[in-house]
């Protein structure tokens, strides 16, 4: 791919510890197209594991420095969308839990559990959630699952016991849709033969089923939550979902009757949950209450407009809110699109600003990227500015909440990529075609690194001046203000833009 480290014509750049660091100081170049260091292979490895120790240290002692509340970070809008714009893992999960404490519901519109979203609360504590919404932590927000996503109940209810056991609420605070279509293993079973059947050109899903139980409900064989109400016509339903996956696939092993069963104990336990979610939403709007909606995965995944085939099966773009809600689209006031300061992709799929070798090596450590949903490690790269301008466009940005902008405190020099090009010339937008997208040469301009510890920076004027103008000329670029800048994992690691 010609678009890799060296697109345009730019060198690979310096990567060093802070000052702090500096009797280990790692310098990464480019030399004959190969990395080398300044210190031996054992020094580095030693150095980097310093780093990825000091990084995680740096962001645990972060997570406890404030027991006082979250900045102020009101917002106006009654009808709220947090929304992920490159691939996703932009730690959408943090902004929502710290607006879901102005905001009386939150909802989650699209995706399945492959949507993984890391939140700390005050005392540091850290929850992993993959279905229940983000604004779960705050005991007076009533979480909503909306009928766009898909739900795999065994997973849901070992989730809830979980959250439960970390003394979290959730009886009375959890709305279930009952128009939501159901998953099951079997449409995980499905997902693992159609990766096996693309022999080597596979999508890199999470193998959790979610493409498959979107293919369901396109083709209208699914099953949704409202089915658990009627023993005899679940049963039914799920026989002959199971009797086609049977049929398509060589190899099939799913164990009908013993689902059918599981669920039967399983209803007991949901139905409670279970509500008509279209029109409690749109009363409560009604009401006056303020309503905050989570998006999972990301633009750049999205099935419409992402980098298809490699994207997911729903639409995180906002068009996917309203259908998987059933709220007008008239009724959003803010649309705030999150962003890394870098970018990061998990899976196959064209990855322009994608750094390789040392570079890519220490920022995953640093930016600790492992998949919260898979544990894989995420492949990272350079801000992209095309493609954040195009996911802005898309979606009608009001708002950018930049995250881990800390992750480049050590750096001396980083890179925006800021332009497309093929043979010279700049391409106006993201290309539908991939093969297009993977040859692209990107050009970038180099912005001068600030060199030290921003994680404890808590108003814009503590921010360095060097952070400051990466941000402003992210801005002019996009055309978006960066409201929110996450200069940690806390809930107080963060910085509002006046």
């Not at 959730?170 to 849709?177: M, Q, V």
């Not at 937008?429 to 920076?457: F, H, M, Q, R, T």
Request: glycine share 10%; with cysteine.
């Amino acid at each position: 791919m010609q678009s890799q480290m060296l697109a345009s014509g730019h060198q690979a750049p310096a990567l060093e510890l802070s000052p702090r660091c500096s009797a280990r100081t790692l310098r990464i170049s480019r030399l004959n197209g190969k990395h080398c260091c300044s210190v031996s292979a054992h020094r580095r490895l030693q150095c980097q594991h310093r780093l990825a120790q000091k990084a995680q240290l740096h962001r645990s002692v972060a997570c406890l420095a404030s027991a006082a509340s979250p900045q102020e970070v009101d917002l106006d809008a009654k009808v709220a969308v947090v929304l992920g714009t490159q691939w996703g893992d932009e730690g959408k999960g943090k902004l929502v839990d710290i607006l879901a404490q102005k905001y009386e519901i939150v909802a989650r519109a699209q995706g399945g559990a492959n949507a993984g979203h890391t939140i700390y609360d005050d005392k540091g504590t850290k929850y992993a959630l993959h279905l229940v919404p983000s604004g779960i932590l705050n005991k007076e927000t009533m979480c909503v699952i909306g009928n766009g996503v898909v739900i795999h109940l065994p997973t849901l209810f070992e989730e809830i016991e979980t959250l439960s056991s970390q003394g979290v609420e959730i009886e009375g605070r959890l709305l279930i849709s009952d128009r939501a279509h159901l998953l099951f293993d079997l449409h995980k079973e499905i997902d693992g033969l159609r990766e096996a059947e693309l022999e080597g050109k596979q999508i890199g899903t999470t193998k959790r089923g979610i493409g498959p139980a979107y293919a369901s409900k396109a083709t209208r064989n699914g099953l949704r939550v409202v089915d658990l109400r009627d023993k005899a016509a679940f049963a039914d339903k799920l026989r002959k979902l199971s009797m086609d996956g049977s049929k398509r696939f060589e190899g099939f092993q799913y164990d009908v009757e013993a689902d059918i069963e599981k669920f039967v104990d399983i209803a007991q336990q949901v139905l409670p949950y279970v509500g008509d979610s279209v029109s409690m939403i749109n009363d409560a709007y009604d009401s006056g209450k303020r309503i905050l909606i989570e998006g999972a995965n990301a633009t750049m995944l999205d099935l419409d407009f992402g980098t298809y085939p490699y994207v997911t099966s729903s639409n995180p773009s906002i068009g996917g809110v309203a259908v998987g809600l059933g709220l007008s689209p008239n009724k959003f006031e803010a649309i705030i699109g999150v962003a890394k300061a870098y970018t990061t992709r998990v899976g196959a799929g064209p990855y322009p600003t994608e750094l390789f070798g040392e570079a890519a090596d220490t920022l995953r450590e640093v930016g600790r990227e492992y998949g919260t949903t898979t544990g894989r490690p995420r492949r990272v790269g350079w801000l992209d500015i095309p493609a954040l301008k195009y996911a802005t466009r898309i979606n009608g940005l009001t708002h950018i909440n930049l995250t881990k902008l800390d992750c480049l405190d050590a750096l001396d020099t980083i890179k925006l990529g800021v332009e497309y090009q093929i043979d010279g010339q700049t391409l106006p937008s993201l290309p539908a075609d991939l093969s297009i997208l993977e040859a692209v040469n990107v050009k970038y301009e180099d912005i001068p690194g600030w060199k030290s510890d921003i994680s404890k920076c808590r108003t814009w004027e503590d921010l360095p001046e060097n952070a400051r103008k990466y941000i402003a000329r992210i801005e002019e670029l996009v055309g978006v203000k960066c409201k929110w800048i996450g200069v940690g994992p806390g809930r107080d690691a963060i910085v509002v833009q006046p």
